[in-house]
């Protein structure tokens, strides 16, 4: 463009992956609630369903305080008393399974959530708007962590109700400043997850499997000593793992940690690598499936 015989360019704008500048960064913010509040227009325009998933959590945690009060034939564990320095199965494995939604939510809600916008038939048309990607990403996960907190709540209430919880009420709140950090770093993995969505298309498939492995290497209904050396190595990896074991420390009476060291700064050590890694795949993902013109295909 030229104007009065001059070249006239436009200033440069420095941008973040997927637009992101400090000028929009209201309306990015701004389009991942209301990404949040259309996922909830959603889900209350159908009740029972609303319902079902409210009250789902609860149904598979019974299974697992069940199990674990049949097989050591009642409450209170020597064997869990020695590993871990706390004896009482049920509040153990509570404050397991509280990530175990948590990690639903970061490999569920930010993966299987594209795959939803293409069952709507929607999919292509916010895509390339000039909304951030990854905020139509995080938008879904906010829906989907605040449905999860509400999940925790009522489970809370029900469990307390007829077992009873020994927990420390003063360490609720380092505990949720653990949570905290640990989604940070889930972020990072849902969005990686979200990438191998839009390339493999099926990505409820990857979901489930790398559901499965995060649950596996995280000490949900068991300590991490009872794992093979590999795989509490490579436990150090996820942000699961450090967080529940901080968690724990924090919330149970006499609860000693596998694995020392400070929980804090391994969790802002994953929050930084696993945001990086996942921003980049995402964007790199982004670019592919731009180049080869299959963003359209379901």
Not at 108 to 113: L, N, Y
Not at 184 to 190: D, K, Q
Not at 210 to 236: D, F, R
Request: hydrophobic share 50%.
């Amino acid at each position: 463009m030229k104007r009065k015989g001059k070249e006239f360019r436009e200033p440069k704008k420095f941008l973040c992956p997927y637009g992101f500048t400090l000028a929009n960064l209201k309306a990015e913010m701004r389009a991942i609630w209301e990404n949040n509040v259309k996922e909830w227009k959603i889900e209350f325009t159908y009740p029972l369903s609303f319902i079902r998933q409210s009250v789902e959590p609860l149904i598979f945690l019974l299974p697992f305080i069940v199990y674990g009060l049949v097989l050591i034939g009642g409450r209170y564990s020597d064997s869990l008393m020695s590993l871990v320095g706390t004896g009482d199965i049920v509040t153990y494995i509570f404050t397991g399974y509280i990530i175990m939604g948590f990690i639903g939510t970061s490999v569920w809600a930010m993966g299987f959530g594209i795959r939803k916008e293409q069952w709507y038939g929607t999919f292509e048309s916010i895509y390339v708007t000039p909304t951030s990607r990854i905020s139509l990403v995080l938008g879904m996960a906010l829906h989907s962590v605040v449905h999860q907190g509400i999940s925790v709540f009522f489970e809370f209430l029900v469990i307390y109700a007829i077992f009873g919880l020994a927990l420390r009420i003063e360490g609720i709140l380092p505990a949720l400043g653990i949570l905290a950090l640990m989604m940070l770093a889930l972020c990072g993995f849902g969005l990686f997850v979200s990438s191998l969505a839009l390339v493999l298309k099926e990505g409820w498939i990857i979901s489930e499997g790398l559901y499965s492995v995060l649950m596996i290497l995280s000490p949900v209904a068991y300590p991490l000593t009872v794992l093979p050396s590999i795989a509490q190595q490579m436990s150090k990896v996820f942000p699961t793992a450090p967080a529940l074991i901080g968690m724990r420390s924090f919330l149970i009476e006499n609860y000693t940690p596998e694995v020392m060291g400070n929980v804090f700064l391994h969790l802002l050590a994953l929050d930084l690598a696993w945001i990086i890694f996942g921003v980049m795949i995402f964007y790199a993902t982004d670019v592919y499936i731009r180049k080869r013109g299959t963003l359209g295909k379901y």
